[in-house]
């Protein structure tokens, strides 16, 4: 076991600034490895996904990360933007893609596109990668995953991929059939948990889109309201309203856990005790982030965020 790990935040072909952060974290080119390696050698990074779209440096990115995985100086899980890249390139057998390449998903996908074509063999290789990543890793007194940790979903992903914790080509399949278990299950943990608002309530996303219904603060108690647990801007009227009954929280005796995904802003710091976010909306002009995570720290601290 590593005498820590410094978990890293969602990317989004941001390249410079992950060499920037692994350099300032203490990571050098390594020349018997090839791969960036701790100086201490005593220490490695988890990434918690979505490396692509957006930004513009994605071989950069990927020719990073991937080099420290197959080089034992990380570790990484899967994204939602992994998972939706895995969907836009696999064709549905019916003339068409598992994701749709409507106008919106072909611009949130371009940059990634513009550098790895559709039907390339460099895609496919990058493709074949991201089947490599977990959906979770839980082990060394931590839990890391990208939006969401659910006891249900992920006990049931666990026998859907027979312990790997991996997607194949026919769980991806399921996985994009909306109203299947395994839809919900991968909805769930890769891109957080969403409710209904009531009856004529509603939003506009950050990429203009009304919502009706919402990402939420899954974590919180079960004795919160919904205007409590909503991560859009606020929105009146939920003062009263409970959450629903399912969603999971994330009791004080858990594990320490680090997520990503949910382009926070200011300055970093523990969302409970016990569970960390480390995307803090480097993709929009913000910071790209590390935690600096000791083995055996049960309490996390906002001193131990690195950027």
Same mark, same amino acid.
């Given at each position: 076991?590593?005498?820590?790990?410094?978990?890293?935040?969602?990317?989004?072909?941001?390249?410079?600034?992950?060499?920037? %952060?692994?350099?300032?974290?203490?990571?050098?080119?390594?020349?018997?490895?090839?791969?960036?390696?701790?100086? +201490? &050698?005593?220490?490695?990074?988890? #990434?918690?996904?979505?490396?692509?779209?957006?930004?513009? !440096?994605?071989? /950069?990115? %990927?020719?990073?990360?991937?080099?420290?995985?197959?080089?034992? !100086?990380?570790?990484?899980?899967?994204?939602?933007?992994?998972?939706?890249? /895995?969907?836009?390139?696999?064709?549905?057998?019916?003339?068409?893609?598992?994701?749709?390449?409507?106008?919106?998903?072909?611009?949130?996908?371009?940059?990634? /596109?513009?550098?790895?074509?559709?039907?390339?063999?460099?895609?496919?290789?990058? /493709?074949?990668? #991201?089947?490599?990543?977990?959906?979770?890793?839980?082990?060394? &007194?931590?839990?890391?995953?990208?939006?969401?940790?659910?006891?249900?979903?992920?006990?049931?992903?666990?026998q859907v991929t027979n312990g790997t914790l991996r997607?194949?080509?026919?769980?991806?399949?399921?996985?994009?059939?909306?109203?299947?278990?395994?839809?919900?299950?991968?909805?769930?943990? @890769?891109?957080?948990?969403?409710?209904?608002?009531?009856?004529?309530?509603?939003?506009?996303?950050?990429?203009?889109?009304?919502?009706?219904? +919402?990402?939420?603060?899954?974590?919180?108690?079960?004795? +919160?309201?919904?205007?409590?647990?909503?991560?859009?801007?606020?929105?009146?009227?939920?003062?009263?309203?409970?959450?629903?009954?399912?969603?999971? &929280?994330?009791?004080?005796?858990?594990?320490?856990? #680090?997520?990503?995904?949910?382009?926070?802003?200011?300055?970093?710091?523990? @969302?409970?005790?016990?569970?960390?976010?480390?995307?803090?909306?480097?993709?929009?002009? &913000?910071? @790209?982030?590390?935690?600096?995570?000791?083995?055996?720290?049960?309490?996390?601290?906002?001193?131990?965020?690195?950027?």
């Amino acid at each position: 076991m590593p005498a820590g790990y410094d978990i890293i935040g969602d990317i989004h072909g941001h390249g410079g600034k992950l060499i920037d %952060l692994l350099k300032a974290l203490g990571y050098e080119q390594n020349k018997i490895k090839k791969c960036f390696r701790h100086h +201490s &050698g005593e220490r490695k990074v988890i #990434f918690l996904g979505d490396f692509i779209d957006r930004g513009t !440096e994605h071989v /950069l990115v %990927l020719n990073t990360v991937m080099d420290m995985v197959n080089g034992g !100086e990380a570790e990484a899980v899967m994204g939602n933007h992994e998972f939706n890249a /895995l969907a836009f390139h696999t064709p549905d057998g019916k003339d068409g893609y598992l994701r749709k390449h409507s106008k919106a998903n072909i611009n949130q996908h371009n940059t990634f /596109l513009e550098e790895f074509p559709l039907g390339a063999e460099k895609t496919q290789n990058i /493709l074949k990668f #991201f089947y490599t990543l977990p959906l979770w890793i839980e082990r060394d &007194g931590l839990r890391i995953i990208h939006a969401s940790w659910n006891p249900d979903k992920i006990g049931y992903l666990e026998q859907v991929t027979n312990g790997t914790l991996r997607l194949t080509p026919e769980i991806l399949h399921d996985a994009c059939q909306k109203g299947h278990k395994t839809y919900e299950a991968i909805e769930t943990l @890769l891109k957080g948990v969403e409710v209904d608002l009531p009856s004529g309530v509603s939003f506009t996303d950050q990429d203009g889109t009304v919502r009706t219904r +919402s990402r939420i603060k899954w974590w919180l108690p079960p004795t +919160s309201t919904l205007h409590d647990a909503m991560l859009a801007d606020d929105i009146p009227g939920l003062e009263n309203t409970p959450l629903p009954p399912d969603v999971p &929280g994330y009791p004080p005796s858990e594990p320490p856990c #680090f997520v990503g995904h949910y382009w926070f802003t200011g300055d970093p710091e523990p @969302l409970l005790p016990n569970l960390a976010c480390t995307d803090y909306a480097v993709a929009k002009g &913000g910071k @790209l982030v590390a935690y600096r995570w000791e083995a055996g720290d049960t309490k996390l601290e906002a001193e131990k965020f690195f950027y």
